[in-house]
């Protein structure tokens, strides 16, 4: 129940405060929050809303695609899956690291 309350209050806050550059952290972070829930929905449409935000902190729109990545990955989506995944670690797709994920999904 604790869990849920801080998503409401997450929510709250990034409503009142959408100006605030803060705002797409708490949204990612509430996000995950809900993922951890096990409420993949609602976890992907937090995370569509970060990605959606101009002013989203790319720590922020990391955060997003890896939510993104495990709803997909839940789902069997591995395209879906591999393409958030990719787009978490900008980093690791350049060098081709991303790759990996061939092992997962075969």
Do not use: I
Not at 25 to 32: G, H
Not at 59 to 71: F, I, P, R
């Amino acid at each position: 129940a604790l869990q849920r309350q801080q998503v409401q209050a997450a929510l709250r806050l990034a409503q009142t405060f959408d100006a605030d550059p803060r705002a797409s952290a708490v949204l990612a972070s509430a996000a995950e929050l809900q993922w951890a829930l096990n409420d993949g929905p609602a976890a992907r449409a937090l995370a569509q809303q970060v990605l959606a935000r101009a002013d989203a902190a790319p720590d922020a729109c990391h955060k997003a695609h890896a939510v993104l990545g495990d709803v997909a990955f839940a789902q069997q989506d591995p395209a879906g899956a591999e393409q958030a995944y990719a787009q978490a670690q900008p980093e690791a797709a350049a060098e081709g690291a991303a790759g990996g994920l061939e092992m997962l999904f075969g």
